[in-house]
Every structure is written in C-alpha cells, then in structure tokens.
C-alpha cells in the first residue's frame, strides 16, 4: 500500500517522497501531473538582493504561500497564492500574488513526468523498483475515501 510521509518535515523525507512520485509517474506512463505544495516564501524588497543565505522558514519576513504545478509533457504552470490568516492564527483565504512573474519552478518536486516517453524496459525498470518499496498498482488506485 502507498505510504503517506507521516510529516514531509525532514528533508530525506520529503526527498524520498518526491524519488517515488517521480517513480510513478515513469512506471506508468503519467502524462499530467498536478503537485500542491504549502511552502514559505521570501522575496526581495524592490532594489535588493534576496538573501539566499537565509532559509525561508527562519525568515522574518517570509509569507506563507500554496503552489500550484500543473505539468504535461513538454509544459509547466504554475500558480502562486498567498495563505491569508485571521488574527489568531486560521485560515481566512488566498490572496493574489503582487511579485514577480512566477515563470520558473525548481526542486525536488518539478519535473515530476520525464521529459520524454520512457521506454517499456525502464516502465517496467520503475514498476519493479516501486513492488520493492511495497507499492503496486492496487494500492495507487483512488479510494472513495481519500477524497
């Protein structure tokens, strides 16, 4: 059965979670994918140089953003939306995203279908990599209550 990460907390975590969605998405064949991501973000005030020394996270100034990938052979969207929260800390809603043009999208969770068709030997290469990890076709199929 497909595992769910108890927490994508810890980077080997989140690194073994996006190795088996690349997985996947090369074992059968995937043509469209959609990752959602909640993430921190931080940008540069007009005229300033980002700081890439500073983690997002420990960031005072960082916002709290939900991404959106869309991605189909040979295409890449993605949509940006800042989390709003009320005073006490809950969610309110998204906002719009008044920086740059989000254009680009990199890391661990880009690129999830290979660039190009892969071939029957590395499908079945994948298929078998994943029946190792204990993930099957069975248990990728959609269940009524993962809805």
């Known amino acids: ?3 769910k990460p ?3 907390k ?6 073994d979670f996006a190795y088996t969605s690349h997985l996947i998405c090369t074992a059968y064949g995937v043509t469209v994918a959609v990752v959602i991501l909640e993430a921190w973000m931080k940008t540069a005030k007009p005229g300033e140089k980002l700081d890439l020394d ?6 005072f ?18 949509r940006l939306l800042p989390i709003i929260r009320t005073g006490a800390g809950g969610f309110f809603g998204f ?3 008044d920086g740059p043009k989000f254009d680009s999208y990199e890391g661990r969770f880009a690129q999830m279908i290979p660039p190009k068709k892969p071939t029957d030997k590395e499908q079945k290469m994948a298929k078998v ?10 248990s990728l199929r ?4 993962w809805n």
């Open 1 to 3: 059965m497909l595992k």
């Open 6 to 8: 108890a927490s994508l």
């Open 10 to 15: 810890d980077v080997d975590e989140k690194d």
């Open 54 to 59: 500073e983690a997002p996270s420990e960031a």
């Open 61 to 78: 100034d960082r916002q709290e953003v939900v991404i959106i990938t869309g991605e189909a052979v040979g295409q890449h969207k993605q």
């Open 95 to 97: 906002g719009e995203h």
């Open 129 to 138: 990599i994943l029946a190792a990890m204990g993930i099957t076709e069975q």
């Open 142 to 145: 959609n269940k009524p209550e």
